[in-house]
């Protein structure tokens, strides 16, 4: 809990940052690329997190990983984090500007869960018909789960329509269990 407080604290004040510089995208790219070397990197998150390493030694390797990739005031921002000890939530906090930018800008997060995966006319159309039931920006993210038999589990925000087949499946043995017509001598 008290990560997820600093995360949204930091990432505030980078996103306002980032307004008043008028920088706001750049910042999201940054922020991107750091929640994505974070997430495909465990030692990286790994050395972040350790004790044994010191501040100063981490603001330096983060200077060296990210100084020629990212913006000045990121980078400044990377340091301040590094400076005030935090550098263990990067992860989050990169996180939660994300977040915080796509609530800024409107934009919702759509996840389509198939059992194949969709080809570009039907995730096209899967695009238009959210855009236009949410009347805002969509960012489709994609998922392929086997189990799913066909069919698709549509999630948008906290709304869930799941038409899959598993789930017909599953609703009909539950119907079969609660035989209301057990004869009864």
């Known amino acids: 809990m008290q990560g997820t407080k600093v995360a949204s604290r930091y990432a505030k004040s980078l996103l306002g940052l980032a307004l008043e510089l008028g920088i706001l995208e750049k910042a999201y790219a940054d922020m991107k690329l750091i929640l994505t070397v974070c997430e495909q990197n465990p030692d990286f998150r790994l050395m972040l997190k350790s004790p044994i390493i010191k501040s100063d ?18 980078l400044s921002f990377l340091e301040i984090i590094a400076r005030k000890r935090r550098e263990t939530y990067l992860d989050i906090i990169a996180e939660s500007f994300v977040e915080q930018y796509k609530k800024h800008k409107k934009i919702l997060t759509a996840v389509v869960t198939t059992a194949m995966g969709l080809d570009q006319e039907l995730r096209e159309k899967v695009l238009k018909v959210v855009k236009e039931s949410q009347k805002a920006e969509v960012e489709l993210h994609e998922k392929v789960n086997a189990e799913l038999i066909g069919g698709f589990i549509l999630r948008v925000g906290d709304k869930q329509d799941d038409t899959s087949i598993r789930t017909k499946l599953m609703k009909l043995k539950r119907t079969f269990k609660e035989n209301p017509y057990i004869k009864e001598y």
């Open 57 to 74: 030694k981490k603001e330096k390797i983060l200077k060296e990983l990210f100084g020629s990739k990212i913006d000045k005031v990121t």
